[in-house]
């Protein structure tokens, strides 16, 4: 029989040391898109999906075969010009991308192969090989640690690649797995284990040897995240690795993880989508009449007028679409292709301005600006709903521990004493009693701390070497602590200082360090406790725990967390009640607080432990879920010893930043982890919660119909700010989420706390779908990811949680405090010049097909093309489009230091109010009166007497059409100097360049003796009465802007002096709008 076909379904099975066949995946990794032979056909076809390239192909094709009046160039070159662009903008991407593929497919790596170490390119590693690391280099692929040359069987590796955290983190060999590397026939096992998934810190498998029948558990050894060295981190402190390679090349969870997160569209292509409508709307409407008015005058005068010739059959299908279509390629023009190119010009100039802004640069983490969604630059200008964790962003994650309550007595850590404030008596470790000891030894005991520099390197020589005071004994220890969590170096540190110390691990022994310290003489009690299992924290745990065997063989097991999880699971007793008050009162003072406890083991209890957990460890599916639900079961009937309190001191000007981001019309919601009343007096420190402000509680509501009335109550009083827990937000979003957001968005702050990051989510979610808003998330940690990828606008913060929610947010920036200037300069610049830059293009669109769509009522409407082609190819991309572009890119209606001192100038952005259908209409106003003034000033010039050239000669076809696109150079680039409100020396001469540029241009192809241009222009520069008309026609068409620019100034705010009115009275009806 054959064998068994392999389901979707089936985990993998990987034979240790041993490939199975030829067809096993490779280690190789193309992030790239193209390749030679793809790159043309592929790269077109995605840019003809966008409709304007596909529109503009589609005329270009029609173009070769119906009308010859426009030559196909005209909408070809622009089309090429831009595609060519989009398409060497990607390839150079895509090149960079093949070249960093190159890189690591033939990097060389050692691997075990029928028992010899031989070298290869990293390209042919398959699963099941042996991969040796040594110290100091990257893991070529995800590999299950089974040899280090460690003491330990364990490696120090850095996972800066993964997740931007520069802390040394511990990966350990499978416990009681011999590995013999020199013996390739002696059995390794099989690692049986899931496929790859995306999560980092997720990993089910399990090893099987050659004993397991499948049916017994002594056979199998477990494998978890803690055995899994993945691609990417680099292996520090531990001279050699060898690991069994399970997941490789594009199956690598780092491989998964590398996602494109730039799927997100701004609100500001909904008004470009609007204003594109609107323009092939109306040249449809005016071909259609056009094209009418055409027929009329075939069937009546035509005939008429003989030496035109026999008249054409114009009711036949073919003369019917030809003649159509001749109008449809003549006015395509006043679509403008040319403006999505540029707009992505603006883009990467803009993020190359954030990213070189000096003011958004952190020397301490040296870490710039960066931009990962370049097309969502502009909407940093209209964001009015922010999202903000707290730990971490609005705070330094720095923490310190300050204070602490056991046995009913409130303690201020003082250096290395103990202050009772009450009483004013400090204690040290020697005059400390029973319970308050056992508090400490459960805070140095209960952690996954590690102390990298070894215990039995340089732990002996630092602690005899530093023998005079407590704080000094232990300083050279603590210095090596690493710690996953900010939280538990805060609290070793704390014990340390006060002189009880961690000073190490080995061979899961624990080795706790007294100091009964006085100042001539030192006592020193050693504590060694066995560490039989580590019950992880997770976020949806929020506590860890610790089993471990004391030097008597007591078996203890010590958990510490958040008080509203580890209470619920103490003995009922009069502490647990004082506790619970004292860490309302702590939470009260803004610090944050965590409950410790303990409970004892007895050997049957211990092994009944063991063997549900080993079970549970073992199996593929639902694992989490039963390891949960082991915990559970033995987390129970606890002894609390006490509580905890750390201070997070805020980031600087975190409350200036707040301050100002509400002045400019924000509603900020802060959704955070900690106790309400922590999160309260944060609030209060840092102005989220503006001074005076009543807040509205609404916490431990669950019921729904309690939930309405407690709802339409705070309706009721005109609420500013509203304050909600985790356990009510799970109720609102389930049973009334419409009304909670409708009650939410009418306060200026809203505070969210005691939330999974799933619930932040979730909030995100739920004003995002409401669509009149434009809502941007901060975060610094794991747990904001999602968080951030849901709303319009992600920011991440590179703090001391690592770079995981920088590297997959939109924005990242190194501290809260930048948030300012990103949104009130940046995102006001970005908004604004994308405006100008639309409605720009919109304009100089309309004067150009204005003319040509007036030259019909004068050519018997035979679509014919007033302007040379040479005008229509140059048009867009020399005679205006630099200095236009220049403009667009630079422009500043407010200096930086005025928006950042006048916030509310951020609000006049808001809603893309810049670019609505009014001022859409007003410009379009514009270019229509302007195209008139042009046609008609020129139609003026030549109807009577014709005789404008100084050798008495008289204008000629191309005559006409020169003038007119003379004044329309020429006004198009004069009116930048109208609009401008930023001008620079490099503005002026771009604008006077590009008109230069027309002259030369049209003056050189007027030299060419076969052209249509041949000497016309040579007698144009030559004829007094058009350079007249020049002249007078050019004021003529500013006019109106120069008057309105004079009144427009007379009206603006001056923020250097007195306010007006009027714009006071504007801004506050824009706050009731947001």
């Not at 270009?60 to 398409?87: C, E, G």
């Not at 449809?328 to 707009?343: E, Q």
């Not at 928006?899 to 100038?905: D, I, N, S, V």
Request: glycine share 6%; charged share 20%.
């Amino acid at each position: 029989m054959g064998a068994k076909k392999k389901r979707p379904g089936d985990p993998l099975r990987i034979v240790i040391g041993g490939i199975l066949s030829k067809k096993q995946p490779r280690n190789r990794v193309t992030t790239t898109k193209y390749n030679w032979l793809t790159f043309l056909p592929l790269n077109f076809y995605d840019q003809f999906r966008r409709a304007v390239y596909f529109y503009f192909l589609i005329i270009t094709i029609i173009s070769f075969f119906v009308n010859d009046t426009i030559s196909p160039l005209v909408s070809l070159l622009p089309l090429l010009f831009v595609m060519v662009l989009t398409a060497l903008k990607e390839g150079l991407e895509d090149l960079s991308r093949a070249r960093s593929d190159k890189r690591f497919n033939t990097a060389k790596v050692s691997v075990i192969r029928n028992g010899k170490e031989i070298v290869i390119s990293s390209q042919f590693i398959v699963p099941g090989d042996l991969v040796v690391v040594t110290s100091g280099n990257d893991v070529p692929c995800d590999l299950v640690l089974l040899q280090s040359s460690g003491p330990e069987k364990n490696c120090f590796v850095i996972t800066a690649n993964l997740d931007g955290e520069t802390n040394v983190k511990t990966i350990f060999a499978p416990s009681n797995y011999e590995f013999l590397p020199g013996n390739p026939s002696s059995s390794r096992g099989t690692i049986v284990c899931e496929k790859s998934t995306p999560d980092l810190y997720s990993f089910n498998g399990r090893i099987e040897m050659d004993s397991f029948d499948g049916t017994d558990e002594f056979g199998v050894l477990p494998l978890t995240i803690d055995n899994l060295l993945l691609r990417g981190v680099r292996v520090q402190g531990t001279d050699q690795v060898i690991g069994c390679a399970i997941y490789t090349g594009m199956q690598t969870k780092l491989q998964l993880n590398s996602r494109y997160t730039g799927n997100k569209s701004a609100s500001s292509e909904v008004y470009i989508n609007k204003f594109m409508v609107v323009l092939i709307v109306g040249m449809i409407l005016v071909v259609t009449v056009l094209y009418l008015i055409q027929r009329h005058m075939e069937s009546k005068i035509v005939p008429t007028i003989p030496y035109l010739g026999p008249p054409t059959n114009f009711n036949s299908a073919w003369k019917i679409f030809e003649d159509f279509l001749s109008f449809l390629l003549l006015f395509n023009y006043m679509v403008p292709i040319s403006a999505y190119m540029n707009i992505e010009v603006y883009r990467v100039f803009g993020s190359y301005f954030m990213q070189h802004d000096l003011h958004l640069y952190d020397s301490e983490s040296d870490q710039p600006c960066e931009v990962n969604t370049s097309n969502l630059n502009e909407e940093l200008g209209q964001v009015n709903i922010l999202f903000s964790d707290k730990t971490g962003t609005l705070t330094k994650n720095i923490m310190k521990f300050v204070k602490c309550y056991v046995s009913g007595r409130n303690f201020h850590l003082q250096g290395a004493k103990l202050l009772l404030p009450e009483t004013g008596e400090q204690l040290d470790m020697a005059s400390l009693g029973d319970l308050e000891n056992t508090f400490l030894e459960a805070l140095t005991v209960c952690h996954t701390v590690e102390v990298h520099k070894g215990l039995g390197e340089s732990s002996s020589e630092s602690l005899q070497s530093v023998v005079q005071r407590s704080l000094l004994i232990n300083h050279g220890i603590v210095e090596n602590y690493q710690a996953s969590s900010p939280d538990e170096k805060a609290l070793l540190e704390g014990c340390a200082n006060l002189g009880i110390a961690f000073v190490g691990q080995k061979k899961n022994v624990l080795y706790i360090r007294k100091n009964f310290c006085g100042v001539e003489d030192s006592t020193f009690e050693d504590l060694r406790f066995e560490r039989l299992h580590v019950l992880e924290f997770s976020s949806e745990r929020k506590r860890m725990s610790i089993i471990v065997k004391d030097q008597t063989g007591s078996i203890w097991l010590y958990s510490k967390g958040a008080e509203n999880v580890i209470f619920p699971r103490c003995k009922p007793s009069l502490q647990l009640d004082e506790t619970n008050d004292q860490v309302t009162k702590y939470a009260k003072e803004g610090l944050r607080t965590l409950a410790v406890a303990r409970r004892s083991l007895t050997e049957e209890e211990f092994s009944k432990f063991e063997a549900q957990y080993k079970h549970a460890n073992t199996q593929l599916s639902n694992r989490k879920a039963l390891i949960a639900k082991c915990y559970e079961n033995v987390e129970i009937e606890l002894d609390l010893l006490g509580c905890t309190a750390l201070e997070d001191a805020l980031q600087d000007e975190v409350d200036a930043t707040l301050e100002a981001l509400q002045r400019a019309g924000l509603k900020i919601w802060v959704l955070t982890g900690d106790k309400v009343e922590t999160a309260v007096n944060i609030s209060l420190a840092c102005r989220h919660i503006p001074q005076n402000a009543k807040p509205h509680f609404i916490i431990q509501k669950t019921d729904k119909e309690t939930l309405i009335r407690r709802l339409e109550e705070i309706k009721t009083k005109d609420p500013e700010v509203l304050v909600v827990d985790g356990t009510t937000i799970a109720a609102l979003l389930t049973h009334l989420p419409q009304l909670f957001a409708d009650l939410a968005l009418r306060c200026r702050a809203v505070l969210c706390c005691r939330l999974s990051p799933l619930q932040k989510s979730e909030i995100v979610s739920l004003i995002k779908r409401r669509k009149k808003h434009i809502t941007a998330a901060i975060g610094d940690g794991a747990n904001d990811i999602s968080m951030i990828q849901e709303a319009h606008i992600g920011i991440g913060i590179a703090g001391r949680e690592g770079k995981q929610a920088a590297r997959c947010a939109d924005f990242s920036i190194g501290r809260f405090e930048m948030l300012r200037r990103l949104f009130l300069v940046h995102g006001h610049y970005n908004s604004q010049r994308l405006a100008l830059m639309v409605l720009f293009y919109c304009y100089k669109n309309i004067i150009i097909t204005g003319c040509m769509a007036l030259f019909q009522v004068y050519d018997l409407f035979s679509a014919t093309n007033v302007y040379n082609s040479l005008y229509l190819w140059l048009f867009d991309i020399v005679y205006i489009s630099f200095s236009f572009t220049y403009l667009a890119l630079t422009d500043k209606d407010y200096n930086e230091e005025t928006l950042l001192r006048h916030p509310e100038l951020y609000r006049k952005l808001a809603h893309n109010k810049q670019a609505s259908m009014s001022v859409f209409g007003l410009w379009m106003l514009n270019g229509f009166v302007q195209c008139f003034t042009i046609f008609f000033f020129a139609y003026a010039v030549l109807n009577n007497e014709n005789v404008v050239y100084s050798v008495g000669q008289t204008a000629s076809f191309q005559t006409f059409g020169t003038m007119l696109i003379t004044i329309i150079v020429i006004v198009g680039n004069l009116k930048l100097l109208l609009i401008s409100r930023y001008m620079t020396h490099i503005n002026i001469v771009l604008i006077f360049v590009s008109i230069a540029a027309f002259i030369l241009t049209t003056f050189l192809y007027n030299l060419y003796k076969g052209g249509e241009l041949y000497d016309v222009y040579n007698q144009f520069l030559a004829s007094l009465p058009l350079w007249i008309y020049t002249i007078i026609c050019s004021a003529a068409c500013l006019l109106p802007d120069l008057v309105v620019k004079v009144i427009r100034d007379m009206r603006r705010k001056t923020y250097n002096g007195n306010e007006t009115e009027s714009d006071d009275k504007i801004y506050e009806h824009d706050g009731e709008k947001v």
